[in-house]
């Protein structure tokens, strides 16, 4: 049976230039996630270790990461 197919969607960039990204993070967890828009690109990474490859999301995926974080979708997580 064929696979459905699927919107293309452009691949992300490897090398988002992070060098005068501005990082956001919660006031009383500096060290936890942070947030950074770059370009058409959401960017996080781990505060307490910029070093690590951070994520890229684009507006579709952020969009439903932030939905479900208000629907409690990760609440249960350990």
Same mark, same amino acid.
Not at 10 to 33: M, V, Y
Not at 51 to 57: E, G, K, Q
């Given at each position: =049976?064929?696979? !459905?197919?699927?919107?293309?969607r $452009?691949?992300?960039?490897? %090398?988002?230039?992070?060098? &005068?990204? /501005?990082?956001?993070? *919660?006031?009383d967890? !500096?060290? &936890? $996630? ?9 960017? =996080?990474?781990?505060?307490? %270790? $910029?070093?690590? !490859? $951070?994520?890229?999301?684009? #507006?579709?995926?952020?969009? *439903?990461? #932030? /939905? &479900? *974080?208000?629907? &409690?979708?990760? %609440?249960?997580?350990p």
């Amino acid at each position: =049976m064929p696979e !459905p197919s699927r919107p293309s969607r $452009p691949p992300k960039p490897r %090398d988002l230039d992070l060098t &005068g990204a /501005q990082w956001l993070a *919660a006031p009383d967890a !500096p060290e &936890g $996630p942070q947030i950074a828009f770059v370009d058409e690109y959401i960017v =996080m990474r781990h505060g307490a %270790d $910029p070093s690590v !490859p $951070p994520l890229v999301f684009d #507006q579709d995926e952020w969009k *439903a990461f #932030q /939905q &479900g *974080a208000a629907a &409690g979708d990760f %609440d249960q997580l350990p």
